[in-house]
């Protein structure tokens, strides 16, 4: 096990602190390639797990809006469906943020919405 693998496993922050250094001055040969790539590869999952998570919640209470809401405030009056009117506006604003922070991520998001959309129906069927 190279320093580098080791200090991956005792101190990320040194770990990551430390191939800044080695990129920086274009010291490539004493990257830690095997660690590198499986960080790399971990911060595209979880874009991509924010980009469904926040899809899901937002559908889901799009849908509850579109078909719940009606009968729903017709039963109760006090549903007024602030709740899910800010969840909704909440979910776009930060989609917006995650987009413009990760624009690759826009390429994907027809796939995601399409990935999430049988979950929020699920979601949005049994809640309320």
Not at 91 to 97: F, Y
């Amino acid at each position: 096990m190279t320093e580098l693998s080791t200090l991956y496993e005792t101190d990320y922050a040194a770990w990551a602190a430390r191939h800044v250094e080695l990129l920086r001055t274009g010291r490539f040969a004493e990257l830690d390639i095997e660690h590198l790539l499986e960080e790399l590869s971990d911060m595209s999952k979880s874009e991509r797990r924010e980009l469904e998570s926040r899809l899901l919640i937002l559908i889901a209470h799009l849908l509850k809006w579109e078909f719940q809401y009606q009968t729903l405030s017709e039963r109760w009056r006090e549903l007024k469906g602030e709740s899910w009117r800010s969840t909704i506006v909440e979910q776009r604003k930060q989609l917006v943020v995650l987009l413009r922070q990760s624009p690759g991520l826009k390429s994907i998001l027809a796939e995601a919405i399409a990935a999430t959309y049988p979950d929020a129906v699920d979601l949005a069927k049994f809640s309320t």
